[in-house]
Protein backbone atom coordinates (compact mmCIF):
# COMPACT_ATOMS: atom_id res chain seq x y z
CA UNK A 1 0.00 0.00 0.00
CA UNK A 2 1.32 3.26 -0.91
CA UNK A 3 2.04 5.83 1.94
CA UNK A 4 1.60 9.80 1.78
CA UNK A 5 5.13 11.20 1.26
CA UNK A 6 7.05 7.90 1.28
CA UNK A 7 8.47 6.05 -1.81
CA UNK A 8 8.85 2.47 -1.60
CA UNK A 9 12.15 0.88 -2.21
CA UNK A 10 12.25 0.41 -5.46
CA UNK A 11 10.80 3.82 -6.36
CA UNK A 12 13.38 5.38 -4.44
CA UNK A 13 16.44 3.65 -5.86
CA UNK A 14 14.90 4.16 -9.22
CA UNK A 15 14.64 7.73 -9.05
CA UNK A 16 18.46 7.87 -7.73
CA UNK A 17 19.84 6.31 -10.36
CA UNK A 18 20.90 3.24 -8.18
CA UNK A 19 20.26 0.06 -7.89
CA UNK A 20 17.96 -2.00 -5.06
CA UNK A 21 20.91 -4.57 -4.38
CA UNK A 22 23.19 -1.02 -3.40
CA UNK A 23 20.41 0.47 -1.14
CA UNK A 24 20.08 -2.79 0.66
CA UNK A 25 23.82 -2.66 1.25
CA UNK A 26 23.76 1.32 2.67
CA UNK A 27 20.85 -0.20 4.94
CA UNK A 28 22.74 -3.30 6.37
CA UNK A 29 25.68 -1.22 6.79
CA UNK A 30 23.74 1.84 8.77
CA UNK A 31 25.20 4.47 5.75
CA UNK A 32 21.46 4.66 4.91
CA UNK A 33 18.23 3.71 7.08
CA UNK A 34 14.61 3.68 5.11
CA UNK A 35 12.88 6.33 7.17
CA UNK A 36 10.50 3.79 7.82
CA UNK A 37 10.39 0.15 8.04
CA UNK A 38 6.64 -1.58 8.57
CA UNK A 39 5.97 -4.70 10.36
CA UNK A 40 6.36 -6.62 7.72
CA UNK A 41 9.34 -5.66 6.52
CA UNK A 42 8.58 -3.23 3.96
CA UNK A 43 11.06 -0.28 3.60
CA UNK A 44 9.70 3.36 2.84
CA UNK A 45 12.18 6.35 2.17
CA UNK A 46 11.30 10.54 2.07
CA UNK A 47 12.53 13.67 0.12
CA UNK A 48 14.95 13.63 3.07
CA UNK A 49 16.39 10.74 2.08
CA UNK A 50 17.28 11.86 -0.76
CA UNK A 51 19.38 14.54 0.54
CA UNK A 52 21.12 12.30 2.74
CA UNK A 53 21.67 10.04 -0.87
CA UNK A 54 23.41 13.16 -2.36
CA UNK A 55 25.77 13.89 0.33
CA UNK A 56 26.88 10.06 0.07
CA UNK A 57 27.27 9.81 -3.19
CA UNK A 58 28.94 12.77 -3.75
CA UNK A 59 31.54 12.07 -0.96
CA UNK A 60 31.65 8.59 -2.61
CA UNK A 61 32.68 9.86 -5.92
CA UNK A 62 35.49 12.09 -4.29
CA UNK A 63 36.37 8.50 -3.45
CA UNK A 64 35.94 8.14 0.59
CA UNK A 65 35.78 4.53 1.72
CA UNK A 66 31.95 3.76 2.64
CA UNK A 67 33.25 3.60 6.17
CA UNK A 68 34.74 6.63 6.16
CA UNK A 69 31.83 8.16 4.44
CA UNK A 70 29.33 6.85 7.92
CA UNK A 71 31.37 8.78 9.81
CA UNK A 72 31.21 11.84 8.07
CA UNK A 73 27.15 11.89 7.77
CA UNK A 74 24.64 12.64 10.64
CA UNK A 75 20.90 11.49 10.16
CA UNK A 76 19.56 14.94 9.90
CA UNK A 77 18.08 16.97 7.17
CA UNK A 78 17.43 20.32 8.99
CA UNK A 79 18.09 22.82 6.15
CA UNK A 80 20.01 24.86 7.97
CA UNK A 81 22.70 21.90 8.53
CA UNK A 82 21.70 20.54 4.49
CA UNK A 83 23.02 24.51 3.98
CA UNK A 84 26.05 24.46 5.97
CA UNK A 85 26.59 20.60 4.66
CA UNK A 86 26.13 21.65 0.86
CA UNK A 87 29.14 24.91 1.53
CA UNK A 88 31.27 22.19 3.27
CA UNK A 89 30.90 19.38 0.09
CA UNK A 90 31.53 22.56 -2.36
CA UNK A 91 34.76 23.38 -0.85
CA UNK A 92 35.57 19.72 -1.29
CA UNK A 93 35.05 19.68 -4.39
CA UNK A 94 37.57 22.96 -4.92
CA UNK A 95 39.90 21.12 -3.07
CA UNK A 96 39.90 18.03 -5.06
CA UNK A 97 39.80 19.90 -8.35
CA UNK A 98 42.72 22.11 -6.96
CA UNK A 99 45.02 18.82 -6.15
CA UNK A 100 44.02 16.77 -8.81
CA UNK A 101 45.51 20.34 -10.88
CA UNK A 102 48.77 19.96 -9.63
CA UNK A 103 48.94 16.02 -10.00
CA UNK A 104 48.15 16.97 -14.03
CA UNK A 105 50.64 19.76 -13.64
CA UNK A 106 53.68 17.26 -12.07
CA UNK A 107 52.44 14.86 -14.32
CA UNK A 108 53.23 16.88 -17.44
CA UNK A 109 56.55 17.91 -15.67
CA UNK A 110 57.86 14.30 -15.25
CA UNK A 111 56.75 12.78 -18.90
CA UNK A 112 58.91 15.94 -20.27
CA UNK A 113 61.87 15.56 -17.65
CA UNK A 114 62.28 11.93 -19.08
CA UNK A 115 61.59 12.49 -22.95
CA UNK A 116 64.65 15.11 -22.37
CA UNK A 117 67.04 13.62 -19.91
CA UNK A 118 66.02 10.10 -20.61
CA UNK A 119 65.97 9.23 -16.92
CA UNK A 120 63.06 9.08 -14.30
CA UNK A 121 63.15 12.05 -11.30
CA UNK A 122 62.52 9.82 -8.46
CA UNK A 123 61.94 12.69 -6.04
CA UNK A 124 59.12 13.86 -8.45
CA UNK A 125 58.01 9.73 -8.41
CA UNK A 126 57.44 10.17 -4.79
CA UNK A 127 55.79 13.36 -5.13
CA UNK A 128 53.23 12.13 -6.83
CA UNK A 129 53.09 8.85 -4.55
CA UNK A 130 52.32 11.19 -2.20
CA UNK A 131 49.82 13.48 -4.01
CA UNK A 132 47.64 10.92 -4.98
CA UNK A 133 47.39 9.54 -1.04
CA UNK A 134 44.74 12.49 -0.61
CA UNK A 135 41.57 10.95 1.27
CA UNK A 136 43.22 11.19 4.65
CA UNK A 137 43.86 14.83 4.30
CA UNK A 138 40.42 15.40 2.57
CA UNK A 139 38.90 13.72 5.39
CA UNK A 140 40.34 15.41 8.11
CA UNK A 141 39.59 18.87 6.61
CA UNK A 142 35.86 17.93 6.13
CA UNK A 143 35.66 17.29 9.73
CA UNK A 144 37.35 19.86 11.09
CA UNK A 145 34.98 22.27 8.76
CA UNK A 146 31.81 20.58 9.70
CA UNK A 147 32.81 21.14 13.41
CA UNK A 148 33.95 24.23 12.88
CA UNK A 149 30.26 24.88 10.96
CA UNK A 150 28.49 23.45 13.74
CA UNK A 151 29.42 25.29 17.06
CA UNK A 152 29.26 29.08 14.91
CA UNK A 153 25.79 28.01 13.71
CA UNK A 154 24.52 27.33 17.01
CA UNK A 155 26.34 30.55 18.42
CA UNK A 156 24.63 32.24 15.21
CA UNK A 157 21.32 31.29 16.05
CA UNK A 158 20.94 31.37 19.90
CA UNK A 159 23.39 34.06 21.77
CA UNK A 160 21.65 36.34 23.84
CA UNK A 161 24.59 39.21 22.77
CA UNK A 162 23.60 39.62 19.18
CA UNK A 163 26.99 41.25 17.96
CA UNK A 164 28.70 37.69 18.25
CA UNK A 165 32.46 36.72 18.99
CA UNK A 166 33.55 37.78 15.54
CA UNK A 167 32.79 41.16 15.63
CA UNK A 168 33.33 41.92 19.47
CA UNK A 169 36.96 40.65 19.09
CA UNK A 170 37.38 42.11 16.08
CA UNK A 171 36.48 45.71 17.41
CA UNK A 172 38.97 44.96 20.63
CA UNK A 173 41.66 44.48 18.81
CA UNK A 174 42.24 47.99 18.05
CA UNK A 175 43.77 47.60 14.69
CA UNK A 176 46.01 50.69 13.57
CA UNK A 177 47.50 51.98 10.23
CA UNK A 178 51.09 50.58 9.38
CA UNK A 179 50.31 47.81 12.18
CA UNK A 180 51.95 43.77 11.20
CA UNK A 181 49.72 41.13 12.07
CA UNK A 182 49.98 37.87 12.68
CA UNK A 183 46.65 35.55 13.44
CA UNK A 184 47.82 31.76 14.06
CA UNK A 185 45.93 29.28 13.84
CA UNK A 186 43.16 30.84 11.73
CA UNK A 187 41.00 28.20 11.28
CA UNK A 188 38.26 29.47 8.16
CA UNK A 189 39.43 33.00 8.55
CA UNK A 190 36.23 34.10 10.15
CA UNK A 191 37.85 36.60 11.93
CA UNK A 192 38.50 38.81 9.50
CA UNK A 193 36.29 37.48 6.18
CA UNK A 194 33.38 39.75 6.76
CA UNK A 195 35.01 42.73 7.82
CA UNK A 196 37.82 43.78 5.43
CA UNK A 197 35.99 46.86 4.46
CA UNK A 198 36.75 47.94 8.53
CA UNK A 199 40.69 47.17 7.91
CA UNK A 200 42.86 50.28 7.88
CA UNK A 201 44.38 50.37 4.41
CA UNK A 202 48.35 49.93 5.63
CA UNK A 203 47.45 46.93 8.01
CA UNK A 204 49.48 43.79 6.88
CA UNK A 205 47.98 40.37 7.98
CA UNK A 206 49.80 37.02 8.16
CA UNK A 207 47.53 34.38 8.29
CA UNK A 208 48.94 30.85 9.62
CA UNK A 209 47.11 27.46 10.19
CA UNK A 210 49.07 23.90 10.41
CA UNK A 211 46.37 23.02 8.06
CA UNK A 212 47.13 23.29 4.35
CA UNK A 213 43.59 22.88 3.77
CA UNK A 214 42.10 25.33 5.57
CA UNK A 215 44.35 27.73 4.48
CA UNK A 216 43.00 26.89 0.69
CA UNK A 217 39.58 27.88 2.51
CA UNK A 218 40.36 31.43 3.51
CA UNK A 219 42.45 32.05 0.14
CA UNK A 220 39.17 31.38 -1.69
CA UNK A 221 37.25 33.63 0.98
CA UNK A 222 39.77 36.65 1.48
CA UNK A 223 41.16 38.19 -1.78
CA UNK A 224 42.79 41.14 -0.38
CA UNK A 225 46.42 42.36 -0.96
CA UNK A 226 46.40 43.46 2.78
CA UNK A 227 46.64 39.58 3.79
CA UNK A 228 49.38 36.87 3.33
CA UNK A 229 48.72 32.87 4.27
CA UNK A 230 51.36 30.36 5.59
CA UNK A 231 51.20 26.63 7.00
CA UNK A 232 52.91 26.15 10.28
CA UNK A 233 53.14 25.29 13.79
CA UNK A 234 52.16 28.17 16.24
CA UNK A 235 55.37 26.35 18.44
CA UNK A 236 57.98 26.77 15.70
CA UNK A 237 56.79 29.82 13.65
CA UNK A 238 59.05 30.41 10.62
CA UNK A 239 59.65 34.55 10.94
CA UNK A 240 62.37 36.74 12.11
CA UNK A 241 62.40 37.77 15.55
CA UNK A 242 60.52 41.13 16.39
CA UNK A 243 58.60 40.79 13.52
CA UNK A 244 54.89 41.75 14.34
CA UNK A 245 52.71 44.43 16.32
CA UNK A 246 49.53 42.88 17.21
CA UNK A 247 49.37 38.72 17.10
CA UNK A 248 46.00 36.54 17.49
CA UNK A 249 45.80 33.19 18.92
CA UNK A 250 42.12 32.66 18.69
CA UNK A 251 41.10 29.64 20.59
CA UNK A 252 44.34 28.01 19.70
CA UNK A 253 46.62 27.74 22.78
CA UNK A 254 44.89 25.06 24.49
CA UNK A 255 45.46 22.46 22.03
CA UNK A 256 49.34 23.27 21.57
CA UNK A 257 51.25 20.44 23.04
CA UNK A 258 53.99 22.50 24.95
CA UNK A 259 52.31 25.48 25.37
CA UNK A 260 54.95 27.28 26.98
CA UNK A 261 57.16 26.71 24.20
CA UNK A 262 54.44 28.33 21.65
CA UNK A 263 54.02 31.63 24.51
CA UNK A 264 57.96 31.76 24.16
CA UNK A 265 57.32 32.14 19.87
CA UNK A 266 54.97 34.27 20.15
CA UNK A 267 56.83 36.32 22.57
CA UNK A 268 59.74 36.07 20.49
CA UNK A 269 58.13 37.36 17.17
CA UNK A 270 56.38 40.36 18.86
CA UNK A 271 58.09 43.60 18.76
CA UNK A 272 58.83 45.20 22.25
CA UNK A 273 55.66 46.70 23.60
CA UNK A 274 53.64 44.70 21.00
CA UNK A 275 50.50 42.93 22.16
CA UNK A 276 49.08 39.22 22.18
CA UNK A 277 45.19 38.80 22.17
CA UNK A 278 44.59 35.16 22.92
CA UNK A 279 41.11 33.90 23.92
CA UNK A 280 40.20 30.59 25.70
CA UNK A 281 37.47 29.40 28.33
CA UNK A 282 36.48 29.14 31.55
CA UNK A 283 35.35 25.96 33.56
CA UNK A 284 31.62 26.79 33.46
CA UNK A 285 31.42 27.24 29.24
CA UNK A 286 28.41 25.48 27.79
CA UNK A 287 28.50 23.17 31.04
CA UNK A 288 24.86 22.23 30.92
CA UNK A 289 25.14 20.47 27.30
CA UNK A 290 28.01 18.17 29.31
CA UNK A 291 25.31 17.22 31.69
CA UNK A 292 22.96 17.07 29.22
CA UNK A 293 24.04 13.95 27.32
CA UNK A 294 24.97 12.28 30.35
CA UNK A 295 22.01 12.59 31.74
CA UNK A 296 21.24 10.83 27.84
CA UNK A 297 23.78 7.99 28.65
CA UNK A 298 26.69 8.18 31.29
CA UNK A 299 28.75 6.29 29.02
CA UNK A 300 29.48 9.92 26.72
CA UNK A 301 32.31 12.21 27.48
CA UNK A 302 32.14 15.15 25.36
CA UNK A 303 35.79 15.77 26.04
CA UNK A 304 38.95 13.85 26.76
CA UNK A 305 39.54 16.75 28.75
CA UNK A 306 38.80 20.40 29.79
CA UNK A 307 39.94 22.45 27.66
CA UNK A 308 39.98 25.36 29.68
CA UNK A 309 42.25 23.66 32.29
CA UNK A 310 45.41 23.22 29.58
CA UNK A 311 44.80 26.88 29.30
CA UNK A 312 41.32 28.95 30.58
CA UNK A 313 40.30 31.64 32.12
CA UNK A 314 41.01 30.27 35.79
CA UNK A 315 45.23 29.72 34.95
CA UNK A 316 45.61 31.69 31.92
CA UNK A 317 47.83 34.70 33.37
CA UNK A 318 49.83 32.13 35.18
CA UNK A 319 50.63 30.38 31.80
CA UNK A 320 51.42 33.76 30.32
CA UNK A 321 52.98 35.49 33.18
CA UNK A 322 56.80 34.13 32.34
CA UNK A 323 56.94 35.58 28.74
CA UNK A 324 54.44 38.69 29.23
CA UNK A 325 53.57 42.08 31.16
CA UNK A 326 50.20 43.93 31.30
CA UNK A 327 48.23 40.91 31.23
CA UNK A 328 44.18 41.05 31.67
CA UNK A 329 41.40 39.30 30.65
CA UNK A 330 37.98 40.59 29.16
CA UNK A 331 35.14 38.81 29.26
CA UNK A 332 32.82 38.54 26.22
CA UNK A 333 28.97 38.71 27.96
CA UNK A 334 26.51 35.87 26.44
CA UNK A 335 24.51 33.20 26.96
CA UNK A 336 22.75 30.72 24.93
CA UNK A 337 18.90 30.10 24.54
CA UNK A 338 18.21 27.02 22.00
CA UNK A 339 14.99 26.07 21.01
CA UNK A 340 15.26 23.86 18.25
CA UNK A 341 17.32 19.96 18.69
CA UNK A 342 18.78 20.07 15.61
CA UNK A 343 21.49 22.77 15.68
CA UNK A 344 22.35 21.46 19.17
CA UNK A 345 23.04 17.80 18.02
CA UNK A 346 25.11 19.02 15.41
CA UNK A 347 27.07 20.81 17.97
CA UNK A 348 27.82 17.81 20.12
CA UNK A 349 28.63 15.44 17.60
CA UNK A 350 31.04 18.16 16.89
CA UNK A 351 32.46 17.75 20.24
CA UNK A 352 35.73 16.13 20.47
CA UNK A 353 34.68 13.54 22.79
CA UNK A 354 33.54 9.47 22.24
CA UNK A 355 29.71 10.55 21.87
CA UNK A 356 29.39 9.49 18.21
CA UNK A 357 28.56 5.97 18.09
CA UNK A 358 26.59 5.95 21.44
CA UNK A 359 24.30 8.78 19.82
CA UNK A 360 24.46 7.41 16.01
CA UNK A 361 22.59 4.17 17.46
CA UNK A 362 19.69 5.88 19.12
CA UNK A 363 19.83 9.19 17.08
CA UNK A 364 15.90 9.49 16.82
CA UNK A 365 15.61 8.84 20.58
CA UNK A 366 18.41 11.07 21.36
CA UNK A 367 16.60 13.58 19.26
CA UNK A 368 13.36 12.99 21.43
CA UNK A 369 15.08 13.30 24.66
CA UNK A 370 16.36 16.52 23.31
CA UNK A 371 13.04 18.04 22.77
CA UNK A 372 12.02 16.71 25.48
CA UNK A 373 14.05 18.46 27.96
CA UNK A 374 14.26 21.81 26.14
CA UNK A 375 10.65 22.75 26.70
CA UNK A 376 10.52 26.22 25.72
CA UNK A 377 14.35 26.56 25.68
CA UNK A 378 17.80 25.26 27.02
CA UNK A 379 19.87 27.89 28.38
CA UNK A 380 23.59 27.15 28.14
CA UNK A 381 25.98 29.23 30.34
CA UNK A 382 28.85 31.14 27.86
CA UNK A 383 32.14 31.73 30.17
CA UNK A 384 34.56 33.01 27.23
CA UNK A 385 36.51 35.99 26.83
CA UNK A 386 40.29 37.00 26.24
CA UNK A 387 43.71 37.58 27.71
CA UNK A 388 45.66 40.84 26.95
CA UNK A 389 49.26 40.67 27.22
CA UNK A 390 52.35 42.77 26.59
CA UNK A 391 55.69 41.92 25.51
CA UNK A 392 58.27 43.68 27.65
Known amino acids: ?71 MTIGDTDYRLMGSSLNLQLKMVEDRIEQLQLVERTIRETIREISQEH ?38 LYSENREGWFPWLFRNLDLREGQQVLEVGCGNGALWAERTGDLPQEVRIMMTDISDGMLRDVRRSISDRRFSFLACDVQELPFADESFDLVVANYVLFYCEDIPRALSELRRVLRPGGTLVCSSYGRHHMQEISRLVSDFD ?80 FRVTKEAGFFRAVRS
Open 298 to 377: DRIVLAAENLYERFGKENGEALLRPFFREISWTEYEDALLVTEAEPLIAYILSCHGNQNPYISERYNDFRTFLKTRMGKG
Open 119 to 156: AIDWEKMLDLIHMTEMETSLKNQYKNASNISARISLHS
Open 1 to 71: MKREGYYSSGDFAGRAHITKKTLRYYDAHDILRPSLVTESGARFYTDDDFARLQQILLLKFLGFSLGDIRE
